[in-house]
């Protein structure tokens, strides 16, 4: 069953690829408008303005923390109950380095604010944080997309191989188009979530 969406899809397939196409003609426009420049880089309200710019043609949701409970694999995020709180230690975290800004990464990933489409908004909002505290952004055509899915499940539990990774395809090209395009490429980021339980914020 597809996610209650703003284009009446029913079809979870179906809904996958238009959610796609939108998203990324979405991502264009925040890239060329310089929508970016003006975002704090790692406060969260910059992560819900990325993700309501994103989903908001698609989705009621867009850029609101998600009401349920939801786990993907063996994995559970962050339990409703606790998100609001575990956002704003997210925000405190350093961000002066590369492995705190990782960290912070990793930790926002853990949290999944939203019902759907983290993914794609976290790396807009990671490379944002490399652009203001590096002068860096990730290259995504470095990133063996298999590679980052395994380093990203483990990082939780261990963080190393989603550090060396990305440290290794980190580029000074900030303001590449192309660069940050591929970081919103869907392939990226699977689906799959399960809700385990419904809790109304």
Do not use: C
């Amino acid at each position: 069953m597809a996610l209650e969406n703003k284009l009446g899809i029913e079809n979870s397939a179906e809904l996958a690829r238009e959610e796609e196409r939108i998203s990324k003609k979405k991502a264009a426009l925040l890239f060329e408008g310089n929508m970016l420049n003006s975002m704090e880089a790692g406060s969260f309200n910059s992560l819900k303005e990325i993700h309501r710019f994103l989903f908001e043609d698609i989705y009621d949701f867009a850029g609101e923390l998600r009401t349920v409970n939801i786990a993907k694999s063996n994995f559970r995020f962050a339990p409703v109950m606790y998100l609001e709180e575990a956002i704003k230690s997210i925000e405190k975290m350093p961000q002066n380095t590369f492995d705190e800004i990782i960290e912070k990464y990793v930790e926002i990933n853990i949290a999944h604010p939203f019902r759907e489409g983290n993914g794609r908004a976290s790396r807009i909002w990671l490379d944002l944080i490399l652009k203001t505290e590096l002068g860096k952004v990730v290259d995504w055509s470095m990133v063996d997309k298999d590679d980052y899915l395994l380093a990203m499940e483990r990082s939780p539990i261990k963080d190393v191989e989603i550090k060396a990774l990305l440290k290794n395809a980190l580029t000074d090209k900030i303001n590449d188009r192309e660069l940050y395009m591929k970081g919103i490429d869907h392939s990226y980021y699977y689906e799959g979530y399960n809700i385990f339980k419904t809790e109304e914020v």
